[in-house]
């Protein structure tokens, strides 16, 4: 799970630990629709809980 992740430096009061992983998208043109070039920048929370 935390392969490739790297830790923030934060944790929470409840002993939680923060990870940053950064991933790659593909964009892809959807089908019968027009193209325009430009660039997408996301963002994207995602939250785990191991116990």
Known sequence: ML???TTD???SPSGLQN???EF???LLRIPGLA???GK???TA???VRVQ
């Open 45 to 47: 929370y995602v939250k």
């Open 3 to 5: 392969e490739g992740a």
């Open 24 to 26: 790659t998208a593909t």
């Open 19 to 21: 990870y940053i992983h």
């Open 9 to 11: 430096g934060s944790s």
């Open 40 to 42: 997408v920048r996301a």
């Open 35 to 37: 193209v325009t070039s």
